[in-house]
């Protein structure tokens, strides 16, 4: 059964750090696409990053490049996103999703 649980999310300053995690069970990380999405209040669903199966490439939005950088610890069977330089608008509620699975979504909050 495929599970993906989110945590790390928070409310942080503009300009600060914060790193989501996505624990993964029922297949395994390292041989498996994962994406990280997000929707904020009022907005369309937005593709944040992607790593690619055997992690040969990642991708991101052009709104977070440069900003946000997508890793996985395959002994942890887990996907990051470290998010640095966090802006208001990354304000959003993000998912982990793995073709048509995903969790329940970790609220990120950038405000002063």
């Known amino acids: 059964q495929v599970q993906l649980v989110e945590s790390g999310g928070g409310l942080v300053q503009p300009g600060g750090s914060l790193r989501l995690s996505c624990a993964v069970s029922g297949f395994t990380v390292s041989r ?10 009022g907005k369309e669903r937005e593709l944040v990053a992607t790593i690619t ?16 950088t997508i890793s996985r610890d395959t002994d942890k069977n887990t996907v990051y996103l ?6 208001s608008e990354d304000t959003a509620v993000y998912y982990c999703h793995h073709f048509g699975y995903r969790g329940q979504g970790t609220q990120v909050t950038v405000s002063s």
């Open 53 to 68: 199966s055997y992690g040969i490439d990642t991708n991101y939005a052009h709104s977070v490049k440069g900003r946000f």
């Open 32 to 41: 498996n696409l994962v994406d990280w999405y997000r929707r904020a209040p």
């Open 82 to 87: 470290q998010m640095n330089n966090l802006k």
